[in-house]
């Protein structure tokens, strides 16, 4: 299993969406964290907390860009993916842009 907390080994500062938006992006993350894990059938546990926030388009690029990239099924990314956080707003968010991306592939 996988351990991956954002503010320790990304960044306390997550912004954008994609890399030309800057290195702290959704797509940064994701192509370095989640991608290669989900890929090959590991688990990854991605700790949210200890960052300023996140906006919208840094969580949704993240984990609904991984259905999208890799195409694959919300069932499989959720059962691989454990998503930590003290605020369950922000879990429900990310499971909802998983979702979301992996219902846009039908």
């Given at each position: 299993?996988?351990?991956v907390s954002v503010a320790n080994n990304f960044t306390r500062f997550p912004s954008g969406r994609y890399k030309r938006n800057g290195e702290t992006s959704g797509e940064g993350f994701r192509e370095k964290?989640?991608?290669?894990?989900?890929?090959?059938?590991e688990h990854v546990t991605v700790d949210l907390d200890g960052?300023?926030?996140?906006?919208?388009?840094?969580?949704?690029?993240?984990?609904?860009?991984?259905v999208?990239?890799?195409?694959?099924?919300?069932?499989y990314v959720l059962s691989l993916l454990t998503i930590?956080?003290?605020?369950?707003?922000?879990?429900?968010?990310?499971?909802?842009y998983i979702v979301e991306a992996s219902e846009k592939l039908s």
């Open positions: 299993m996988i351990m964290f989640l991608e290669g894990p989900l890929q090959r059938g960052t300023v926030g996140y906006g919208s388009s840094f969580l949704e690029e993240a984990f609904g860009g991984v999208r990239s890799l195409r694959l099924k919300a069932d930590k956080s003290t605020d369950p707003e922000l879990v429900n968010e990310v499971r909802q």
